[in-house]
C-alpha cells in the first residue's frame, strides 16, 4: 500500500472515530473501510471527506442550475414495483450478455474521464475491482492510466468511450489503438458537441486553496485550460489545436467509424426516438441512453424519462444500454424493467474509488448487485429476461 492510500485510510478511520462522525444521523454514519458501507451514498460520504475540493467539484458537478443532475436520480422515484407472491426464487440467475460481453450481472462501469484527482489507483484499481466481480468495465479516452495496462488489469475485453476529436486521423488512430488493446466495443459519446457550463465544479474550484497550476495548465485569468498532451491515450499524437469534440459532425461519422474499425459501434448520449431510429438506420450495433450524468445540456430531463422513447425507435433492433442516475439496485432493475440490456454507473464506483480505491469499486458492485438480487426476489424474477415492465407500477 502507498503512503498516501494509507494516510487516506487512516484519516478515515480517524473521521470516523471521531465526534464529528458521532453527530452524523445513524444511517449515515462514516464507514472506516469499504467493507462498512451499507449503501452507495455511505461511499459518497466518505469520499467527500478525503478527496479535494476542486476535484470533488469535478466529480459531482452537473450543468448550469444542476437539474438535470437531479432529474437523473429523480426519475427513479416516479416508479414503484409491484411485489409478487408465490414465485420459486431460491435461485436468482442475474448474469446476462450484452454485444458479445458475459457480465456477471448487468451492472455495467460507464467512463469516467481524470480517475486519478480522485485516487492514485484510478482506472487500473476500477478495471482490478471489475476483474474480481467480473463486470462490464468502459475506459474514458481520458483515462489517467495507459490503455494496455488496464486491458491487462481487467484480464478481459473493455470497451472503449471515445471522444470523437477535431481531427479524423487522430480519431482513427485512438480507435485501432483500442482495437489492439483488445476491446470488442467502441462507444461513441455525442451527448456533448461543443461545450457546456459546470457551475458547481468552478464554484468548488474557489475553495480550494492548492496551486492548481502544479498540475493543470492554467491561464493568466486563473481558469484551467484542457491539457489534452496530458492525456495518456495522446502520447505521440500531435494535439497542436486538437479538440476533443467536434461541433460539425453529422450521422455520417457513424459510417467512418465502422469503416475505421471491427469493433462493434456504440452510440453514448441518445435521449430521443428520431436519434434512435437514426442510429439503427446508420448502422449502429447499440446505443446508450445516457445524459453524461447531467452534465451536457440543462434539459431538466432523467434519463429514465428518455428510455422508453429509445427502446420504442430502435424496435428491438439493437440492444439499449443506460446510465444516469442509478443509485441502487432497484434503479437497476426498474431500467431493465423499461428495455435497458445493461445498466451504467458513473458518480457511484467514483466515490467508492476516491474513498478506498479498488476496495471500495468493489463494495459498490456488491451493495447494488445485492440490492437487485432482493428487488427480482421481490418481484418474483429469476433472471433478466424475466424482469418487465409488469412489475413497474407508477409513483
Ligand atoms: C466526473 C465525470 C467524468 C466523466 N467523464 C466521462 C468521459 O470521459 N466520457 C464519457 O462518455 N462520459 C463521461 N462521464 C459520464 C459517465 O460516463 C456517465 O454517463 C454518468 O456518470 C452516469 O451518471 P451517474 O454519474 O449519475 O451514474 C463522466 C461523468 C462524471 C461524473
Redesign the pocket.
Known sequence: MDHVTHNRRALLRFLAASPLAAALPWERAMAATAADALDVFDLEAAARAVVPPAHWG??QSGVDGDATLRA?QAAFGHWGLKPRRFVDVSHIDYSTEVLGAKMASPVMI????GLRSLHLEADIGVARAARVKNQQHMV???MSDVLEDIAAARGAPLWF?LYTTNRIEVTRQLVQRAQRAGCTVVAV?VDLPAGRNTVTAARLRREDTRQCSNCHLVDAAGNQRPNTAAKTMFAGINTEGLGLTSPSLTWDFIKQLKDMTTMKVVI?GIEAREDAELAVEHGADGVMV?N??G?AMESGRGTLESLPDVVAGVAGRIPVLF????RRGTDVFKALALGARAV?????Y?WGLGAYGQAGVERVLDILNLELRLAMVGAGARTVKEISAASLVKA
Open positions: 469535478y466529480l437523473n460507464s467512463p469516467i474521464g474514458s479516452t481520458q468511450q459519446t453514448k445516457s453524461h450524468g452534465r446510465d444516469g442516475g442509478v451504467g454507473i458513473g458518480r457511484p467514483a
